[in-house]
């Protein structure tokens, strides 16, 4: 089974921040899953919510700001006394280039779409060379089918959490891996994606015993905040 950092170490460490990445890639963790954005200068950053409230000491939209200026806040959500910067993406493939690292980069187009985000994403993979140790994924329908335009042998995961039977037909229609939200899955439902050559990658597993079921009945990966 594949064990995924989600967005890094981010039990022990900022979620999303080069730190976080690094503890998950030089710890236990067979890789990392993140959150692609756009700055307003069209750079790609990682970055969960849309807006930086949340998870810096600065305000406003992650559109809405240069990536300079993202670059004065502290994104050091839940750790006190640490220095945190927003991390570029090409600072997270620099990091794992040349390493046994999966990274699975979530395209957060689900709230705003980001115009050419997919595309930009794809080049900067691409330019890196690092095209096979990427899984992209995203709960925007529109994004994938865009990203399978761009090039037809990119893994691709859809991402869900509600309205199982309706994003379930979906998967099944576009011949995505099933990215669903654990709670939806059992042994045949599991099953299922797998009799169609599907791959069943989950999130957020942060419990040893729902990590056991889901490896003994056939998930691919897991996405987890701790190292179990
Ligand atoms: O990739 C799985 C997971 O990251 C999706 O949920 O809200 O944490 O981006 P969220
Ligand atoms: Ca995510």
Known sequence: MIKLGHRGYSDKYPENTMMAFKAAINGNFDGVETDVQLTKDNQLVLIHDETINRT??????????TYQELCKFN?????????????????????????DVIL?????????????????????VKEKGMLKQVMFSSFHLD????????????YLGYLFED??????????????????????????EIKDYLKHHLDVNTWTVNDEEIKDFLLEAGVKT???NKDI
Do not use: W
């Open 163 to 188: 309205d199982y039977q309706k994003n379930k037909e979906l998967v099944l229609k576009h011949h995505f891996h099933c990215h669903s939200k654990y709670v939806f899955l059992n042994e045949q």
């Open 143 to 154: 994004s994938l089918l865009k990203l399978r335009s761009i090039d037809p042998d990119l």
């Open 56 to 65: 810096s000491n600065g305000r406003g939209y992650v559109k809405d700001h």
């Open 104 to 124: 699975n980069l979530e395209i957060k187009t689900d709230k705003i779409q980001y115009p050419n985000i997919e595309q930009m994403t794809y080049d900067l």
């Open 75 to 99: 994104f050091n959500y839940r750790f006190k006394n640490v220095e945190a910067k927003i991390p570029l993406l090409a600072e997270l493939l620099d990091y794992c280039y040349g390493k």
């Open 222 to 224: 897991i996405i987890t």
